[in-house]
């Protein structure tokens, strides 16, 4: 199964299927317009729609009004009536490294997958624009998914993988790293409406405070592609041990 989050019409959902193609049957579940900076959300307060459309060519494809996370939801129940071998989702036109997995609907696609059993991949290159080259994208993302067909995955296996926006033949090599330790400094720009009332635009910059090796940041600034394991379970192992050992929760 292959989503996005970016649309069914975004340019790197077609690099995506253009490099798996040949690698098994491709089935094809994504929103129906961009669905950027979702994170995890899922519709719960109004109708799905799910229409099958011509888009890839001899690739049975829906768009679906909802999220990432809807797609892949319907997909299982709906479309594929089980679950497929391995869900992938991208190619993001832009980063998804560091802090950006907890708000992007491309590694929440993969999660929700991980979630239900699927093993996945989220694949995104660093390059926001229509016009962006994805012939690195997709030599990587075929090389990758090659090894893991026919492979015994955990069910719950989940691969953040991310594109510098280099030429082919600048690219490096793979690194498996970590996230980096990063966040963005967030600013609201107050504006008016043409009516005269007051908005506010979202704006920020990216602060990286993790110049490691094996972190993900360095990898991509480097020419490498990052391959990041991750999961869905957000214990702090190492605080809940110290709670344990330093607090008496017997009361």
Not at 4 to 13: E, Q
Not at 41 to 56: H, Q, W
Not at 199 to 215: C, R, S, V
Request: aromatic residues 8%; charged residues 25%.
């Amino acid at each position: 199964m292959v989503t996005n989050d970016d649309g069914i019409h975004a340019p790197g959902i077609r690099a995506l299927v253009e490099a798996v193609k040949d690698l098994g049957k491709i089935v094809v579940v994504a929103p129906d317009k961009p669905q950027s900076g979702m994170g995890h959300a899922i519709t719960i307060g109004l109708p799905l729609r799910l229409n099958k459309v011509e888009i890839f060519e001899n690739i049975e494809s829906y768009q679906c009004s909802g999220t990432p996370v809807d797609c892949v939801k319907l997909a299982v129940d709906k479309v594929l009536h089980q679950k497929p071998d391995i869900c992938l989702s991208g190619v993001n036109h832009g980063a998804n490294h560091s802090i950006n997995v907890i708000y992007s609907g491309t590694m929440s696609a993969a999660l929700e997958a991980s979630i239900e059993g699927i093993p996945s991949i989220g694949f995104s290159l660093l390059d926001y624009s229509v016009e962006a080259d994805f012939s690195a994208a997709k030599k990587y993302a075929n090389l990758l998914v090659k090894q893991l067909i026919g492979k015994k995955l955990d069910k719950h296996f989940c691969l953040n993988v991310n594109i510098p926006a280099v030429a082919v033949d600048l690219v490096k090599g793979v690194k498996v790293c970590r996230q980096a330790y990063a966040k963005y400094e967030e600013d609201f720009e107050e504006r008016k409406d043409p009516t005269g009332k007051n908005y506010y635009w979202l704006t920020g910059e990216f602060i990286n405070f993790d110049k490691k090796k094996d972190a993900d940041v360095w990898a991509l600034a480097n020419n490498y592609v990052s391959v990041v394991p991750v999961q869905f379970d957000l214990t702090n192992y190492a605080l809940k041990e110290t709670l344990e050992k330093k607090l008496d929760f017997d009361f």
